[in-house]
T-cell receptor, first 110, second 115 residues
């Protein structure tokens, strides 16, 4: 299963875009990149996922590099409620497990 | 969808006691997962079910742990002879199986403290 590497922590000013990077250099051709976030004392929440193309939904945008070795989650206008731990996950090659790393702790500053 | 429900939210027990947690998945979700999360770490996969069949177990799931999903709906996770190292958040998630496009929906977890 592909491992992911994320910075342990980041800060972002409220109202600005938050760009969270993730490296997944060993990703296989049929593995999706998923992003989840976890607010303190809650279960992880699905944000977005993609295979090759960039994706956008009401929560965020996902930019995947052409070689698929890295991706960036973009929160276009960060709010204080976006303060959370963000996990970048590459779906297991067996197609079953979602492996979470330690994620990036994002703090949105007023 | 009413969401994934877990009960209890918190459990305090003494070392050596048995505990059981319950998870009610989103209706019509055929897959159910259990994860464990300790402070400062991401969730760690424990096991998952497709309908009533337990298809995979992590090596983290020692002999003291057992999970069931008898009718393919709710699931229980039992820990026998609890140890202090079992203190963690136990998370349940459910999904509709769909290969690579699958999305997990998590409950709020059961926080276990073993004294």
């Amino acid at each position: 299963d592909a491992k992911t590497t994320q910075p342990p922590s980041m800060d972002c000013a409220e109202g600005r875009a938050a760009n969270l990077p993730c490296n997944h250099s060993t990703i296989s051709g049929n593995e999706y990149v998923y992003w989840y976030r976890q607010i303190h004392s809650q279960g992880p929440q699905y944000i977005i996922h993609g295979l090759k193309n960039n994706e956008t939904n009401e929560m965020a945008s996902l930019i995947i590099t052409e070689d698929r070795k890295s991706s960036t989650l973009i929160l276009p206008h960060a709010t204080l409620r976006d303060t959370a731990v963000y996990y970048c996950i590459v779906r297991g090659s067996t197609g079953n497990q979602f492996y979470f790393g330690t994620g990036t702790s994002l703090t949105v500053i007023p | 969808d009413t969401g994934v429900s877990q009960d209890p939210r918190h459990k305090i027990t003494k070392r050596g006691q048995n505990v059981t947690f319950r998870c009610d998945p989103i209706s019509e979700h055929n897959r159910l997962y259990w994860y464990r999360q300790t402070l400062g770490q991401g969730p760690e996969f424990l096991t998952y079910f497709q309908n009533e069949a337990q298809l995979e177990k992590s090596r983290l799931l020692s002999d003291r742990f057992s999970a069931e999903r008898p009718k393919g709906s709710f699931s229980t996770l039992e820990i026998q002879r609890t140890e202090q190292g079992d203190s963690a958040m136990y998370l349940c998630a459910s999904s509709r199986s769909g290969a690579t496009n699958e999305k997990l929906f998590f409950g709020s977890g059961t926080q276990l403290s073993v004294l």
